[in-house]
């Protein structure tokens, strides 16, 4: 019974750092219709600006926290208004290639500014200890993950749910030409929202650094599990990615635990079983018209 | 058409005898080039041709290069046995993998070739045993046919020429035939298609077979000419920059992905010569295109013929006009 509980923990607190990571990207593809393939750059970007601030101000993790999420996501707003804002009449398509080649260029970036080797970024010395759960001793950051998580879906929900600019959102997921016409300037709803997709991107970028490691080509890596993620909660829908991350989580942590061959498999037989049965994910409605 | 016919000549001709005109650094890449542009024309099957942008498309690629890696390893390196063993795999896997496929489309088709396609690569990447794992497989020799040894990289580059120009030809003949025509027409307008009573799923499979075959091939080649195969040949990524040099040249033309590979490939070999950012430049040369120039080298070519020949065009009215004016003159 140990086993178990300790891999429950376990796959928890990695359901939910994907939960963290998909978020922006659940967002962003939600409102735009724009699935941004430079999702896992711009993570990739919070986490090497995380590592250089915390080895520039004497391992200070929480001011990492604080900054790097701001300058992935004016970085993001950087790339929405060059890129993103004068190509919307070029389609959905077009667009989703175009973030592709800004994966290609912000790789080759950061390999020019922070170098290819291999990285790491000590943990914060309050959350650097362990604490025993099921007769095993799990590092408190993970345990932290677990916090963070769902204090964030928390967040969302209730900006989502609660508040005029989430009531804008929603509308604007549903109906972009009607919420329009009611006079909301949706030009800068997407900005704002790409704004905040960037940001949550960094935001992943920071707290899964000291987990997952910094390397190149981390990005690809980032990027697939969180469309995996993203399609197998649904297009756009938050609920649905917090449902898809912790049911990820779960899966590929027992995976491991029990075939290490196949974990990796699975979850992408997962998400091709969920494509073909459910296109629209677990939680899903239909977003992209085709 | 005449033009275009003595273009063809004369391209063809230039690969005959390139390897009497260029060194054998500059001949290995020609062969690279072919086996590419093999697999981008494979790709555009689907994406230019019948309208659905995989990103999946290294999958069959790597069912079709492993499938020859293991063969020639541990049976024999014969050139027809790898080749068909290959095609038949790739052929396989894509005839399974293409009945679920074809169902959707759009972004769930996208979604679910990618997933396919990592599937297949999370099974070569940790499976040690038969596929070498991250190690990939070394060490593979070089075909044979008979007692004829294409090691020799000359032989090797004549092989891969024949098959590429089957290869062209045939998919030029059916690109051109009824067949497609309605994989056109699924891409320009599937619903008008099903109501004149077409089945366009089973269209739909047909082109996703041939391109998965073909794709197969390709890696087949692949592996060939490098001896070696890794798990990332299979990665998404690989999907990634196929669809790249399949869109820079110019899908739904048949020449423009072949010119799209040359591109890539040309572009690496210089860029990586004087700096180990190529993966940017690509990345900005890609962006490029698809803002200003979404037809790719091709539509870009046919746009300065036609702005040439306008100005020839204009000038040769301009010309008439003032003789006209000219001939006023005088009779007034």
Known sequence: MDIIGAQLVNSISYGLLLFVITCGLSLVFGILGVLNLAHGSLYMIGAYVSYSITVHSGQNFWLALIIAPLAVAVCSLIIEMILLRPTYQLGHLSQVLLTFGLAYVIHDMTAAIWGSDVLSIPLPQSLSGTVTLFNQAFPVYRLAVIAIGLILAGLLWFIQEKTRWGAIIRAGLSDKEMICALGVNIQLVFTVVFFIGGYLAGFGGVIAAPILGLYPSMEFQTLILALVVLVIGGLGSIAGTFVASLTIGIVETFCRFLVPELSLFVVFGLMAVVLIVKPNGLLGRQVVKH | ?332
């Open chain 2, 1 to 332: 058409m005449n033009k275009k016919g003595f273009a063809l000549i004369a391209a063809v001709m230039l690969l005959i005898f390139s390897p009497f005109i260029f060194s054998l650094f500059y001949l290995n890449l020609v062969t690279e080039i072919l086996i590419l542009a093999i697999f981008a024309l494979s790709l555009n099957i689907l994406v230019g041709y019948t309208g659905l942008v995989s990103l999946g498309h290294a999958a069959f690629f790597g069912v079709g290069a492993y499938m020859s890696a293991i063969l020639a390893r541990e049976i024999s390196p014969n050139f027809f046995l790898t080749l068909f063993a290959s095609l038949a795999a790739a052929i396989i896997a894509s005839a399974i993998i293409g009945i679920f496929c074809v169902k959707v489309s759009g972004f769930y088709f996208l979604m679910l070739t990618l997933a396919f396609s990592q599937m297949i690569y999370s099974f070569v990447h940790q499976s040690t045993t038969i596929t070498g794992g991250s190690n990939g497989l070394s060490g593979i020799p070089s075909p044979l046919i008979g007692s004829l040894d294409f090691s020799n990289p000359v032989y090797f580059y004549y092989l891969i020429l024949l098959l590429f120009i089957l290869i062209y030809g045939g998919l030029s003949l059916i690109v051109h035939s009824p067949f497609g025509q309605v994989l056109i027409g699924i891409r320009e307008n599937e619903t008008r298609l099903k109501s004149m009573g077409y089945h366009t799923t089973l269209y739909k499979l047909a082109a996703f077979v041939i391109a998965g075959g073909l794709g197969g091939v390709a890696g087949s080649l692949y592996t060939s000419f490098n001896s070696f195969i890794s798990p990332s040949d299979v990665y998404w990524t690989m999907s990634g920059s196929v669809l790249i040099m399949v869109l820079i040249g110019g899908s739904g033309t048949m020449i423009g992905p072949v010119l799209g590979a040359a591109f890539i490939v040309i572009l690496e070999t210089i860029v990586s010569s004087y700096t180990t950012m190529w993966m940017m430049i690509i990345g900005i040369i890609f962006i490029l295109f698809v803002v200003f120039f979404p037809k790719g080298i091709v539509g870009l070519g046919k746009l300065l013929l036609q702005s040439f020949s306008k100005s020839n065009k204009l000038s040769a009215i301009s010309g008439k006009k003032s003789n006209a004016l000219y001939n006023n003159d005088v009779k007034n």
